[in-house]
């Protein structure tokens, strides 16, 4: 498995605080996230840049604020 780069955790970081202090509303705000809903075998769960290949992929339920991250990953949203 590939090692997640340190620049990518320490904006994972930023986007936690993000997220804890303005919800996944706030992620639309911060224009470097290009945060946006995903379709196709994805549809449902969100997509946020943590730089030019890596994403984190994450998963709202229900309208209560438990963000499940599902993956930081290089782009690749094909399902294994």
Do not use: C
Not at 15 to 32: D, F, I
Not at 63 to 74: A, H, Y
Request: no cysteine.
């Amino acid at each position: 498995m590939m090692e997640t780069p340190r620049e990518v955790m320490v904006r994972y970081e930023a986007w936690k605080r993000a997220v804890e202090l303005s919800g996944p509303a706030g992620l639309q705000q911060v224009k470097g996230f290009h945060d946006e809903g995903l379709k196709g075998e994805w549809n449902g769960f969100r997509s946020s840049r943590l730089g030019i290949q890596w994403r984190v992929m994450y998963l709202i339920e229900d309208k209560v604020l438990e963000v499940f991250v599902v993956e930081i990953t290089p782009h690749d949203y094909r399902r294994k």
